[in-house]
């Protein structure tokens, strides 16, 4: 008899959607997260566009929902390692990767305070540090600390000995389950591009080019700033800031396709910027401005700002001035016909959407050559939501979620093709 | 049920450092007797569950849990459907918030035992609502590709189908066009028209009925239990039917407003037409022809939003143009081209066709008359000069979309029209819902026939998180009825709406809730007896649940409820209430909480705070250490619109020295999962100032506040504030009487 | 690994000491390249497509493909204009089948035929990759210590497959650490791989004038002694102009340009009749002096 | 000409059509006028329309324009524009076959690239392999009065090029399959004809 339960990989704002939607039916879920917490990418955005509202306001009814749900069981530090069998009948093994934080972890704070080491903080795309011992973020789902053990000092057992409740175990192991499944949803998300291979534009030679996630997370107030939009190299607030668009998308050297979401997120960061400072003057450097729908409006906003100015030219060159820290743009103002040279204290690269990378059976699914996965799920019973889609934006993802719900739901009753 | 009740005191997480637990543990015993009251250093551990569960077996039912927030430990702390637990979160809004060890944390802990333990005394297990035989049979209004896919997609899940279309035929907008622009990899050649295929599959498909030539009549009733009358044939059809997903697509801009672009003129047309002559076999003889973008859309004298589609079906009409006559030539004036996604490839096909691209101000372009022939007059940003492509056979407006329900006259309902003339004159108003007459669903709902409108006429919904949030439970909106988007987006916002309306037949044949409170199994009850027909609950619930008859009782849906409570805040009565949540439930806990008197200079503040946004933030600022006045106590509520004011008045009475509300932002971008909670508690507290001025007390003890879940760190300070400004207003005169 | 070098037409003219240097580096190191491609014909550089076309031009660059198959050796290039056409050409018989047989096509009126079975490969590309700094480093007697460097790879060296397989496209290291593996300091040179202005000397002189004029200005600016370079083109640019730039500019350069492989023969302690500083125009002498380089 | 007239010249499809023909001129369509290769261009500022617009003026069909643009003159192959191109467009390679396109309908004395290259090319075919002296000599001869001066205005660069034995004066060897390489040669430019 086919299996009716369903596997969703990635537990982010798409694989919490296809979960809960498809266990909201009556069906039982699986979710699988790689992260120590769920609510992936969305839980690192400060807010979304066009309401700018906090991701963490969506999030928190979701795990409201996960928590009254019987019907989900998840885990973290989760990945898929093999998938095989059929629609109706997948055979599939999980790796739980030790967290060296048992269940019993009440998050009372007692480890962080005595462990001596530090690690980078993922979760603020390395901007600033944490223990090696800690918690995700302020928001975590679950609230359990968790372990780099990379980042431990060899033979320190302080966080262990400070634990009232037991719940550390830094000899803890892979654990392997294995789970039975009708049906598996992609739900894996995406990485910002690597702004790094757009060697032209000096992300990470100069300091003062950083990318659009990392300025979510400088705007957020839980972040590595308190929330001030500041200049990694000096610390100082940006008076002049320029956005490049299509930093790495709409590029075959790069990213074929376009993201779909850069036009919107940098006229959203705009909005953060202008609220941080009101002197503040803003250069958008684009091919098209792509603002759908009733986007348009969210465009037409920040269009009317009189510091926000829009110049139609692909950026070229980017170059730092070493004495202060300053970049100079060269693009071809189009408007004007002319090669410009800009110079701004702060650059922000709208690098677009990569598909995060998982290990999708070849045999069992479509990947198209850009990594997202395509296949119908009420036909394979395997295929792709969200961003592990195609690339869109949050309210997309959702959609696209929810309709990949139904889809699993149909391979898992044979009601597909 | 009798209530055996206990309480778990755990000392864990420095709560037995901060507090004198001993004092607490008092509080239960000798103030509320309750004889099982137990300590535990680590009560969410193996040991304190075990200690919980034993006392369940030994007939313990009402679990009070002295601990950390609801938000966290809820699964260990889990012991059943049969078992009533509260939480009473000391760690979090208090341990962790004040000063361990002072006399005041104390008072505050005291008071949230006392707040946990009065709740817990009356609340009650909720049992569900069962409807008889709910109908689990999908409505799908509109045949288009949106509305097909739905029928299609529900029925592949399992589920009866009924579809509703107005034409004789099945295929809407897509059923008319000549071929579809890329639906796959490698998104550079266009799909051929699968309507007749997916006609034909729907056809065959057992599980779905057909009503073709059909409109609706009208729909009662509500999830599980709808009553769709359809008309056809010259006669009704009935349908029992458990949710509704309205399909009924978008109509072109009216491009007899394009005059400005040249509509009128010979040879000026539409894409539709564009459509038909490509069906006809009549773009043959075209060879030179003009696309012109945004024709009507991107402009605020017309459509302000972007119609989403129009550059994808102009790069598709421009393949036509070469199918039927390799030698055409295509000019596309353009603002921006928006191929967004993997349409990037198919604009790079078009462009290999050798269309020409420029880009200028629409309204700007001009089209003239040229002996017989066409031209368009513009500026070419990108070459930075004026251009005329003369020699046209034909000029295509890209003339966007409008949604259906945007047509029609607008909703006045009389005697609100009425009232909110009336309410005008006390300045604060709910703003009624725009509901438009466009002859879709013809609801039989007190609040209106069809789904309310936002920006534009756009019905549903408004929410990123959630895009099948609903105004009207079980009834969900998709393709371009909902939002101007491409045939991707349609097909897939189409399947999710099937999902959604399968969802909610199942929620509703187990009695619970659909979304936000998914799974809830309460339900307001009426007291009719005491119903004063003043119809507050009938306007105000924000998802339409309840009707009125003709004495203008209320006569509440109960599958349409989302279980908010707005009713429940809105009666002056007090006459409506759920098992485990009621005005004297919530009275009774801020009763509950000790007044001191004038001369101890300990003025007390009561916070309702939105328990989806407003609490977490709280929680929030605990996790964060981050300290705050003592003097406040915060209760919960489902959605400040539950707000009954009598819960202001009687802490007002009984000495508290100020009221804040902690609710969400509303307005245009508002956040409330109940779309007008918030904005209702600000009117309503607007209307209690008069009143307390009345019993001469200063209007400004109550204060409301727009917070987001990311206010944590400013909560604080928003406390600190007020606590700031009753220092001023000094004591509530009332204390003590 | 085995090669057989393509020495390419400047090896006999403006680039010989680029060709002298190299066969010395070549022994010194003990690479297994001990021989021409016989026959080997001009590959067509940056301006024979634009009389014939690009195809043309392919077909003439692939005779030299055909005639190293012969030997069944991958391919060595010193010249990087060459390495540009044989590489690309190479890479389009692999990847192109309609290309291959047309070139084929081609091939098969001069009674040749190439089946892609070879690599092209760049001098750095094999001295970094395949012979391996450690053995550079090894075989280095006198460290070139406070030698400032100017490590100009040139536009055609790093783009030549239009993918970065090889080096950064734009910002190439490879030569640096080739530089610094001989004990030499790599200065920061941000146009390591900009244009000096290719084959326009007579054609748009003022072009070569202004753009090998800012790569000399940027090599002096980052506190270059020397600028260093694989390719014959950017070699005689930098160099033979070098004064009538510095005249135009009213400046004064004396920035001698070397070969790479002159750099490595200095550094490896070899002869002086095979550093070939005698072809340099601007006096490398002074510069090298420490390091034991008389004239 | 009426303005009308001079318009419909500067959207010519059957201009724009025939340079899609030539050798990798197809490539032009699906230029998106983003704007990167002009920023690139290191030869942009001696441009009369640089690449971008030209590409434009091509799509177009800018005839005057586009016949009278030193663009691609001017390009160096310095192939940063093409590893750049976010379209994909091998642009020295378009270059290159507008500037066979040029040459074949202007003369190769109209422009000094198109002399230059056919030089270069001729000597090249002739001998096998490239004479650097025996070039430049050829060159100047070929051009003309005028470009003695530019010549003379090139000594100081020259002398010490002879003098270092640089630019040796004495034939470099030939090859031994020049007649291979010219049935080669005239094959290939056969097929390349074929092919548009």
């Not at chain 1, 139904?406 to 898992?412: M, N, R, S, W």
Request: charged share 25%; with cysteine; proline share 5%.
């Amino acid at each position: 008899m086919a299996n009716k339960s369903i596997l969703v990989i990635g537990g982010g704002i798409s694989g919490l959607t296809t979960a809960l939607e498809a266990a909201e039916v009556g069906y039982e879920v699986y979710l699988v997260e790689k992260n120590p917490y769920l609510g992936g990418r969305v839980a690192q955005m400060h807010h979304y566009f066009p309401k700018l509202c906090p991701p963490n306001c969506g999030l928190e009814i979701n795990f409201k929902r996960l928590r009254g749900n019987p019907r989900i069981k998840f885990f973290t530090c989760a990945e898929v390692e093999q998938i095989s069998g059929q629609k109706g009948d997948f055979d599939v093994t999980v790796k739980v990767n030790p967290r060296y934080v048992k269940p019993e972890c009440t998050a009372c704070g007692e480890c962080v305070a005595v462990c001596p080491a530090e690690r980078a903080n993922t979760f603020n795309y390395g901007l600033d540090n944490t223990k090696a011992v800690y918690l995700p973020h302020p928001f975590a789902f679950p609230l359990k600390y968790v372990i780099d053990r990379d980042a431990c000092a060899d033979g320190c057992r302080k966080c262990v000995e400070a634990c009232k409740y037991n719940a550390i175990d830094l000899d803890m192991e892979v654990e392997t389950v294995h789970l039975k499944v009708g049906a598996i949803v992609y739900a894996t998300g995406w990485q910002p591009y690597d702004a790094t291979k757009i060697s032209y534009y000096g992300f990470g030679r100069h300091k003062n080019v950083i990318t659009n996630v990392m300025l979510e997370r400088l705007a957020v107030p839980n972040g590595p700033t308190g929330g001030r939009i500041v200049r990694p190299s000096d610390g100082k607030e940006p008076e002049t800031i320029a956005f490049v668009q299509c930093a790495g998308s709409r590029d075959e050297n790069h990213q074929p396709y376009c993201s779909q979401v850069c036009c919107l997120a940098s006229l959203k960061h705009i909005t953060y910027i202008r609220e941080n400072n009101p002197n503040a003057k803003i250069y958008v450097f684009y091919i098209d401005i792509r603002a759908l729908g009733k986007y348009e409006d969210f465009y037409t906003k920040v269009a009317n700002d009189e510091n926000v100015i829009f110049i139609k030219g692909k950026v070229g060159e980017i170059t730092e001035d070493p004495a202060t820290g300053d970049l100079t743009l060269e693009t071809e103002d189009q408007g004007a016909g002319q090669v410009v040279q800009q110079t701004v204290n702060l650059v922000v690269l709208a690098t677009g959407m990569a598909p995060s990378v998982t290990a999708v059976p070849a045999e069992l699914a479509v990947v198209d050559a850009g990594g997202f996965v395509i296949s119908d799920i009420a036909q394979t019973g395997i295929g792709g939501a969200g961003c592990a889609h195609k690339p869109m934006e949050v309210s997309a993802s959702v959609r696209d979620a929810t309709a990949a719900a139904l889809k699993a739901v149909q391979a898992v009753v044979g009601g597909g093709k | 049920m009798t209530k055996k009740q206990a309480v778990y005191f755990c000392t864990g997480c420095g709560l037995g450092e901060a507090l004198d637990i001993p004092a607490l543990v008092k509080v239960a015993k000798s103030e509320f007797k309750i004889q099982d009251v137990k300590e535990h250093p680590f009560l969410c551990g193996p040991e304190g569950v075990a200690l919980i569960k034993k006392d369940i077996e030994a007939g313990v039912n009402t679990v009070s849990i002295a601990a950390c927030s609801e938000r966290v430990c809820y699964d260990v702390f889990n012991f059943g459907p049969s078992i009533i637990v509260e939480r009473i979160p000391l760690r979090e809004r208090v341990a962790w918030v004040q000063e361990p060890g002072d006399e005041d944390t104390n008072m505050m802990a005291e008071d949230y035992v006392r707040m946990g333990l009065s709740r817990a005394k009356v609340t009650e297990l909720p049992e569900p609502f069962l409807v008889e035989n709910p109908s689990k049979t999908i409505l799908v209004v509109g045949g288009g590709l949106a509305g097909m896919t739905a029928a299609l997609e529900a029925a592949k899940a399992g589920y009866d189908v009924v579809l509703v279309e107005k034409e004789a035929q099945l295929g809407g907008w897509a059923g008319k066009v000549y071929k579809l622009p890329p639906l796959v990899e490698p998104f550079t050649d266009l799909a051929e028209n699968n309507i007749p295929a997916l006609a034909k599959a729907i056809e065959d498909n057992p599980r779905i009925k057909v009503y073709t030539g059909a409109t609706m009549e009208s729909i009662a009733g509500g999830p599980g239990v709808f009553n769709a009358k359809i008309k056809h044939g010259g006669g009704t059809a009935e349908e029992k039917v458990g949710a509704i997903v309205l399909a009924t697509g978008a109509r072109p801009y009216d491009p007899k407003k394009l005059t400005y672009l040249g509509y009128g003129k010979t040879n000026v047309v539409t894409h539709a037409e564009v459509e038909e002559m490509a069906k006809n076999g009549k773009l043959k003889e075209v060879k030179r022809v003009a696309f012109i973008q945004c024709a009507g859309s991107r402009d605020p004298e017309h459509l302000p939003y972007c119609s989403a589609a129009c550059c994808v079906e102009t790069l598709k009409q421009a393949v036509y143009l070469k199918e039927f006559n390799p030698d055409a030539q295509v000019y596309i004036f353009y603002k921006d081209i928006r191929a967004t996604g993997k349409y990037e490839y198919f604009y790079k096909a078009v462009q290999q066709t050798g269309a020409v691209f420029i880009k200028t101000e629409i309204p700007g372009v001009q089209v003239l008359e040229d002996g017989g022939k066409l031209a368009v007059a513009g500026k070419d940003i990108i070459l930075g000069e004026d251009v005329t492509i003369g020699d046209l056979d034909l000029v295509v407006l890209a003339n966007g979309m409008q949604t259906n329900a945007a047509f029609g006259e607008e909703v006045v309902l009389e005697d609100a029209e009425a009232e909110a003339a009336a309410a005008k004159e006390e300045e604060a108003a709910v703003k009624l819902d725009q509901i438009i007459k466009s002859n879709m669903l013809n609801l039989v709902y007190r609040q209106g026939p069809e789904m309310p409108a936002l920006k534009y006429g756009f019905p549903d919904s408004h929410f990123i998180c959630f895009p099948y949030e609903t105004r009207r439970t079980g009834i969900y909106a998709a393709g371009v009825v909902r939002a101007t988007m491409q045939v991707p987006a349609a097909i897939e916002d189409a399947t999710g709406a099937a999902l959604k309306a399968i969802q909610c037949v199942e929620a509703v044949a187990r009695g619970e809730a659909v979304h936000p409170r998914s799974g809830d199994i309460s339900y307001p009850e009426f007291n009719m007896n005491r119903c004063t027909q003043c119809k507050r609950c009938t306007e105000e619930c924000p998802f339409g649940a309840i009707n009125e008859d003709e004495k203008a009782n209320p006569l509440p849906e109960r599958t349409r409820c989302r279980r908010c409570g707005t009713c429940m805040g809105a009666c002056p009565e007090r006459i409506i209430s759920f098992k485990n949540y009621s005005v004297p439930m919530i009275g009774g806990m801020a009763k509950s909480i000790e007044v001191p008197e004038e001369e101890e200079e300990k003025p007390r503040i009561l916070i309702f705070a939105c328990e989806n946004d407003a609490i977490p933030a709280l929680d929030m600022a605990g996790i964060g250490r981050m300290k705050y006045s003592a003097w406040v106590r915060v209760i919960p509520l489902r959605c400040l619109g539950s707000l009954n004011l009598v819960w202001i008045s009687d802490a007002m009475s009984s000495g508290i020295d100020g009221v804040m509300l902690l609710g969400c932002r509303h307005g245009e971008d508002y956040q409330c999962h109940f779309i007008k909670g918030s904005e209702l508690a600000e009117i309503r507290l607007s209307k209690v100032s008069e009143t307390l001025d009345r019993l001469g007390l200063e209007s400004e003890r109550c204060r409301f506040h727009q917070v987001s879940i990311m206010d944590y760190y400013r909560i604080p300070k928003l406390i600190e504030d007020f606590v700031a400004k009753i220092d001023e207003l000094g004591p509530n005169p009332m204390k003590g009487f | 690994m085995a090669y057989t070098f393509y020495p390419g037409c400047a090896s006999e003219a403006t680039g010989k000491a680029s060709f002298i240097s190299f066969e010395a580096v070549v022994k010194a190191l003990d690479i297994d390249c001990h021989g021409e491609i016989p026959d080997w014909n001009c590959c067509g550089a940056t301006l024979v497509a634009n009389a014939i076309g690009d195809f043309a031009q392919q077909a003439i660059a692939a005779r030299n493909l055909a005639l190293a198959e012969k030997e069944g050796k991958d391919i060595l290039v010193a010249c990087s204009s060459c390495y540009l056409n044989l590489a690309w050409t190479n890479e389009k018989m692999k990847t192109d089948p309609d290309f291959k047989s047309q070139i084929n096509e081609a091939l098969g009126a001069g009674g040749l035929s190439y089946n892609a079975s070879l690599q092209v490969r760049h001098l750095i590309d094999v001295l970094v990759n395949e012979i391996g700094l450690d053995k550079i480093r090894e075989r280095t007697i006198k460290p070139l210590e406070g030698l400032k460097v100017a490590c100009y790879s040139g536009c055609q060296t790093v783009r030549a497959l239009r993918r970065p397989d090889f080096d950064d496209v734009e910002y190439p290291v490879m030569l640096d650490r080739l530089v610094e593996a001989l004990g030499a300091t790599a200065v920061p040179f941000p146009m390591a791989a900009r244009c000096c202005g290719g084959s326009q000397q007579f054609t748009n002189p003022e072009l070569i004038y202004d753009l090998t004029g800012k790569i000399l200005d940027c090599a002096a600016e980052n506190g270059a002694d020397v600028i260093v370079t694989p390719c014959p083109m950017c070699a005689l640019n930098t160099d033979a102009f070098q004064q009538k730039i510095a005249k135009l500019k009213n400046k004064e350069y004396n920035m001698p340009v070397l070969f790479v492989t002159q750099l490595m023969g200095v550094a490896f302690d070899l002869k002086p009749k095979d550093l070939a500083l005698q072809y340099n125009i601007v006096s490398p002498y002074q510069k090298l002096a420490k390091y034991g380089v008389k004239k | 000409m009426t303005a009308a007239n001079n318009q419909a010249s500067r959207y010519d499809p059957a201009f724009a059509n025939e340079l899609y023909s030539i050798e990798n001129g197809h490539y032009i369509k699906q230029c998106m006028q983003c704007g990167l290769c002009v920023v690139t261009c290191p030869a942009r500022h001696l441009m009369d329309l640089q690449p971008r617009k030209y590409f434009k003026a091509i799509q177009a069909g800018d005839r005057d324009r586009v016949l009278k643009a030193n663009t691609p003159w001017l390009c160096t192959s310095c192939n940063l524009c093409t590893v750049r191109c976010p379209r994909g467009i091998p642009i020295i390679d378009v270059m290159h076959g507008m500037k066979l396109y040029l040459a074949q309908k202007q003369g190769v004395k109209s422009a000094p690239g198109a002399l230059f290259s056919k030089t270069f090319f001729d000597v090249m075919l002739k001998r096998g392999r490239q004479w650097e002296a025996w070039l430049t000599q050829m060159y100047f001869l070929k051009a003309g009065p005028s470009a003695i001066k530019d010549a003379l205005k090139m000594m100081d660069v020259a002398q010490p090029m002879v003098l270092k034995r640089r630019l040796p004066l004495a034939p470099a060897k030939t090859i031994k399959g020049k007649s291979q390489l010219k049935k080669i040669y005239e094959k290939a430019a056969a097929l390349a004809k074929e092919g548009h």
